[in-house]
């Protein structure tokens, strides 16, 4: 069951697609409104829905300001709207499907079944992650979720991770970038055992890709993508030794 949550400043209009999508697509159930785009942060962080309706003009903040405040949502986005001089700022935001008012119900038919693809599709690809990581006795593959969807990325690649507040920035080979909506913590965990140091609070990187070590300036590592990231004082004689033994 998809969880539906629309945001939209006329309660009539989010009545309408309530009922519609209630009686006309069966596999999707809302789980919450809003009328203003503060009230909606707060039921996608509570409600975390699958799909969200979301209208472009409202009073308080557009739709699209909505997703400039989520730039790692975890959720499709359709949107809903009266003014179609939108639709093209609407798809370089990912939507998925774009409905004009009044919505016509077959269209919502099919945007909520593309949804459905949409999700079936990740799920079958992080079942093949999944089948890859027990084969080979320990995780070599690691799902990212992203505005799109989810990047599945050799663990061998990444070179390092970074916090940023209560987001995680990886950073891989090829200068490939990715913004991921779990906090550190959660892959230093994951990775412990798999050639990882948490260097610093803010930083765990891959061993494998550590050039060398620098002493001046309190500490650091080039990387083999030539960034430098601090060495915490209190980490650095556990890191020298991890770094020795990795080598050998």
Known sequence: MLKTIVIDDEPDAIDFLCGAINQYCPDTRVVGSSTNITDGLIEIAVKNPDIVFLDIAMPSGSGFELLNRLPDRSFEVIFVTAYNEHAIQAFHYSAIDYLLKPVDITELVSAVNKVTRSIKRSQLNMVSVLLDNLRSGSPNKLSLPTTMGYEYVLIEDIIRIE??????????????????????????????????????????????????????????????????????????????????????
């Open 163 to 248: 916090a940023e507040r209560s987001y995680c920035c990886f950073y891989l080979t090829q200068k490939r970038k990715y913004l991921v909506s779990r906090c550190l913590n959660d892959y230093h965990l994951l990775l412990d055992n798999n050639h990882f140091f948490r260097i610093h609070n803010s930083h765990l990187v891959n061993l494998r890709h550590v050039k060398s070590y620098m002493r001046k300036d309190g500490g650091y590592v080039e990387m083999s993508d030539s960034s430098q990231i601090p060495v915490s004082r209190t980490k650095k004689d556990f890191f020298l030794n991890a770094i020795k033994q990795h080598v050998v």
